[in-house]
């Protein structure tokens, strides 16, 4: 199993207590994803969720379409620990299980059975070679009509654009956290988990799906670094 910064309860614990609430535009995001996938697939009853963290989107997902099951699949077992906390209440139509994903994911379901997946923040982890071998893999398990929507942290297409979403989005975290924003510069430049980041522009990916054969590939919406994409089998 790969070896990541998200093994660490401590970096875990971070973000879930000061970054993941505080991303800037998040309901936003999570409203797209809803949109895009009622849009295309209004009932879908089995759905994966690769990089679950704390079980966040399948817990949406679970709520709006009372008769799917997911399966939530995350390599830190920290995450994977509050994820089976969070996600109690939905009892056996919920799996979750410890599993990294830099490896096949067709040992988690059959080929033409998933109805929709769903990645949050996760994916851009991968080398971009392994990212691309991810989307091919969850192209053959979506059945006909099955949706990817990835929720993800992208590339910057020039270097002066990653300086204003690095200013932009400390400001935010500063402000959500109601802290001095010096203090979360310090540690957002410092934080150990920014070497797990392996970032590919949105465009790049999106054409990526299209290669594979995803049908209305498209960046569904976009904040600076940060993307809702995807693609219909």
């Not at 079980?55 to 997911?70: I, R």
């Amino acid at each position: 199993m790969a070896t990541t910064n998200w093994q660490r309860e401590d970096v875990t614990q971070h973000y879930l207590d000061q970054v993941r609430g505080g991303i800037p535009f998040g309901a936003e995001q999570v409203k797209v994803m809803l949109q895009v996938i009622n849009h295309f697939h209004s009932n879908p009853k089995r759905i994966i969720d690769l990089g679950c963290g704390n079980g966040f989107l399948a817990e949406v997902l679970l709520k709006t379409y009372p008769e799917s099951t997911a399966v939530l699949i995350d390599h830190s077992e920290p995450m994977i620990e509050v994820a089976r906390k969070n996600m109690s209440e939905f009892g056996d139509r919920c799996t979750i299980i410890h599993g990294d994903f830099s490896h096949s994911i067709t040992e988690y379901a059959e080929p033409n059975s998933i109805d929709c997946v769903v990645s949050g923040f996760a994916i851009h982890h991968l080398p971009h070679d392994k990212k691309q071998e991810l989307y091919k893999e969850i192209y053959t398990l979506l059945a006909p009509g099955g949706i990817f929507i990835n929720i993800e942290h992208t590339a910057s297409a020039t270097p002066k654009i990653e300086e204003l979403y690095d200013k932009l989005f400390i400001e935010h975290l500063a402000a959500y956290n109601n802290r001095d924003k010096q203090e979360v510069e310090a540690e957002y430049y410092a934080r150990p988990d920014k070497e797990d980041n392996i970032l590919e522009r949105v465009d790049i990916q999106v054409n990526w799906l299209r290669d594979i054969g995803f049908q209305h590939a498209d960046c569904y919406f976009k904040w600076m670094e940060l993307a809702v994409f995807g693609g219909v089998k």
